[in-house]
């Protein structure tokens, strides 16, 4: 405590001598040698008390900032922690796994072993939709009734199939493998409702039906070549106004 309070009044004096000794008696002595005539007693004064205050703000905002990066370093550490201790779990599953199977191969062996210290990661996408994809020429951009497409080295079609017809409302979740720079509705154009675009993902939502066999298309631009990672299609409850 007495530690604390020695280290907030050494902050605050340094703060206050800078500030009032340093500008503040600087500035004093420019104005009297261009006015000829010694600043009041109570103007100094009041300048140091006002600037007193400005110090404890600043010494208190210097420890506000110290706690604030030692918690942040302590997130980071749990967060390291976490990760330490999971990839020492799957180290342990792959010792368990070679001592229940002393016969195991070495190419097995490799694989095991790369299996355990790279999970596979979990797909973004619970209810996938399947879709088809073909890169665009410049005679397809050229027909096409989107005037919106940006130049980009790659383009391409994504075609996602509608097989049982959408229903409102519809949302789909386009991940990619890559990010994407720019994404255009196709068709059916007017029956696309709200969309956005960022990074490697794509969403849009559907609010009036589309009959079975249906695509819905768009137009995808990257700087590499188009890849889906998944489609995540779910439904939401309309509200009640629209039932009416």
């Known amino acids: 405590m007495v530690r604390d309070i020695l280290l907030f009044l050494s902050a605050l004096a340094a703060h206050w001598l800078f500030t009032f000794g340093g500008v503040a008696l600087v500035a004093f002595g420019v104005i009297e040698k261009y006015r000829h005539k010694e600043t009041h007693k109570r103007i100094y004064w009041g300048v140091a008390v006002g600037l007193l205050m400005v110090a404890s703000y600043q010494a208190w905002n210097d420890e506000h900032r110290n706690t604030e990066d030692v918690i942040k370093q302590r997130q980071q550490a749990e967060i390291d922690k976490n990760v330490a201790r999971s990839q020492a779990d799957e180290r342990q599953k792959q ?30 996408c619970d209810v996938v939709a399947a879709y088809k994809l073909r890169p665009l020429t410049g005679d397809d ?7 919106d497409h940006i130049p980009a080295p790659y383009a391409s079609e994504l075609s996602i199939k509608n097989t049982r017809g959408v229903v409102p409302i519809t949302s789909y979740g386009v991940y990619f493998k890559d990010n994407i720079l720019n994404a255009v509705a196709i068709s059916p154009k007017p029956q696309i409702g709200s969309w956005g675009m960022g990074g490697n993902e794509l969403s849009f939502e559907i ?29 939401t409850p309309p509200p009640k106004e629209w039932k009416q």
Do not use: M, Q
């Open 95 to 124: 010792i368990e796994y070679l001592a229940a199977h002393p016969n195991i191969k070495p190419e097995d062996l490799t694989k095991a072993l790369y299996t355990a210290l790279h999970p596979p990661a979990k797909s973004p």
């Open 207 to 235: 609010r009036v039906p589309i009959n079975k066999g249906v695509p819905l298309v768009f137009h995808v631009y990257g700087n590499r070549p188009v890849k889906v990672d998944c489609i995540n299609v779910w439904v």
């Open 141 to 147: 951009l050229a027909d096409s009734s989107s005037k």
